[in-house]
């Protein structure tokens, strides 16, 4: 069974930063390209970032571009967010997504940016 | 950046209706990249279909998807109760992966 499980979220004040962890299994991770999406209270989904299988091709959401940055590590099947400079509009959940289109998902984590 | 909008923001039907939920590009969308969600409250999104037309793994055949270039659809041949959620596009096609603003499906 595929399973994606996010962690490392929680309260951070503007211009903190975290780094979020999608930790996969069920799947043959280094096979996949992999997503973040987030999604802010009440409001719909945003694509945040892209990573391929090997790690050599990335793409982000021009709001985060600069500020978050995506990696992942193969032998250990995971998916890591480091993001800095937070701001109050990065308030979301955030979840990490298999593959292009997102064929499966966590069940997120929850950041907040807040003084 | 591809612009995705979608009508209506809100759809009111009964169980048992048929469902049609649009999707309009706002450029061409390279080789049909689209896909559609299934979101209810609380949960994490379930892709429905991709390639605009292609329906993923497990999903029932009332979900059905059209459209090319800039004008896509979902048609919900006929609603059961567990369908009755928020539903968003999604572009491939770009190196910017965007969704639409989603129109959800309430009970009339």
């Known amino acids: 069974e595929v399973q994606l499980v996010e962690s490392g979220g929680g309260l951070v004040q503007p211009g903190g930063s975290l780094r979020l962890s999608c930790a996969a299994s069920?799947?043959?991770?280094?096979?996949?390209?992999m997503n973040w999406v987030r999604q802010a209270p009440g409001k719909g989904l945003e694509w945040v970032s892209y990573?391929?299988?090997?790690?050599?091709?990335?793409y982000y959401a021009d709001s985060v571009k600069g500020r978050f940055t995506i990696s992942r590590d193969n032998a250990k099947n995971s998916l890591y967010l480091q993001m800095n400079s937070l701001r109050a509009e990065d308030t979301a959940v955030y979840y990490c997504?298999?593959?292009?289109?997102?064929?499966?998902w966590g069940q997120g984590t929850l950041v907040t940016v807040s003084s | 950046e591809i612009v995705l909008t979608q009508s209506p923001g809100t759809l009111s039907l009964s169980p048992g209706e048929r469902a049609t939920l649009s999707c309009r590009a706002s450029?061409?969308?390279?080789?049909?990249?689209l896909a559609w969600y299934q979101q209810k409250p609380g949960q994490a999104p379930r892709l429905l279909i991709y390639?605009?037309?292609s329906r993923a793994t497990g999903i029932p055949d009332r979900f059905s998807g059209s459209g090319s270039g800039t004008d896509f659809t979902l048609t919900i041949s006929r609603l059961e109760p567990e369908d009755f959620a928020v539903y968003y596009c999604?572009?491939?096609?770009?190196?910017?992966?965007?969704f639409g603003p989603g129109t959800k499906v309430d009970i009339k």
């Open positions: 997504a298999r593959g292009v289109p997102n064929l499966s």
């Open positions: 069920g799947f043959t991770f280094s096979s996949y390209e």
């Open positions: 990573i391929s299988s090997s790690g050599s091709t990335i």
């Open positions: 450029q061409s969308v390279s080789s049909s990249y």
């Open positions: 390639g605009a037309s």
């Open positions: 999604q572009q491939y096609g770009s190196s910017s992966f965007t």
